[in-house]
């Protein structure tokens, strides 16, 4: 008769267990979930602080890096030419002026 009440109430702690790990999977999850959809949200009351003196902010793209005179400019944060993208876009010999 102890045995078998023993039995039986171990298995119910173990249900119990289970189901509270299982539970606290669910939250972590969620939780998850929650905070990688809650910057893209907000991400248009983002403000950069330290910005490159070179960055220039257009509507619709963003901002952007280089000379946007130049029609090689990449219109990227991190590149500023296509045709050249790790150098200064001033004495540049494949700067070519936009054409309108």
Known sequence: MLHTLLAVFTIILLLLTCSWLSYCQRLRARSR??????????????????????????EGVGYVIGDLS??????????????????LCQDCRHYHQKED
Request: net charge positive; proline share 9%.
């Open 33 to 58: 979930r929650m905070t990688m959809t809650e910057p893209s949200s907000n991400r248009r009351f983002y403000k950069r602080v330290n910005r490159d003196p070179e960055e220039q902010y257009i």
């Open 70 to 87: 130049c029609s090689y400019n990449a219109r990227s944060p991190y590149i500023r030419c296509a045709v050249n993208p790790d150098g």
